[in-house]
């Protein structure tokens, strides 16, 4: 089981971009995907977290500005950031906790994408 991110890069203050994140590999169930951030210098942080069931939730800094969708069929998550700004510059992580068709649980990451927001 592997989780490829693509997305990223550079925009301006204000601008837009998203993420996505594939899961492919033997998956029976995905539990939980979650992204975090992780800027220079600074401890990894939760952005948003999404439950198999139930609603996303935000960190603070990002409500209303950021939004996670899902595409069950397709197993990939996406953020869609808008309004960017300057301190959102991080390299963007997806994470995914689940149980493979063996019933063995996974809990992985992806690569990770750079975002970085010019002012």
């Known amino acids: 089981v592997q989780l490829v991110q693509s997305g990223g890069g550079l925009v301006q203050a204000g601008g837009s971009l998203r993420l996505s994140c594939a899961a492919s590999?033997?998956?029976?169930?995905?539990?939980?995907m979650g992204w975090y951030r992780q800027a220079p210098g600074k401890q990894r942080e939760l952005v948003a977290a999404?439950?198999?069931?139930?609603?996303?939730n935000y960190a603070d800094s990002v409500k209303g500005r950021f939004t996670v969708s899902t595409d069950n069929a397709k197993n990939t998550a996406y953020l869609q950031m808008n309004n960017l700004k300057p301190e959102d510059t991080a390299v963007y992580y997806c994470?995914?906790?689940?149980?493979?068709?063996?019933?063995?649980?996974?809990?992985?990451w992806g690569q990770g994408t750079q975002v970085t927001v010019s002012s």
């Open positions: 994470n995914a906790i689940g149980q493979q068709l063996t019933m063995t649980t996974f809990d992985i």
């Open positions: 590999g033997t998956i029976f169930r995905i539990n939980g």
């Open positions: 999404t439950p198999s069931a139930g609603s996303t």
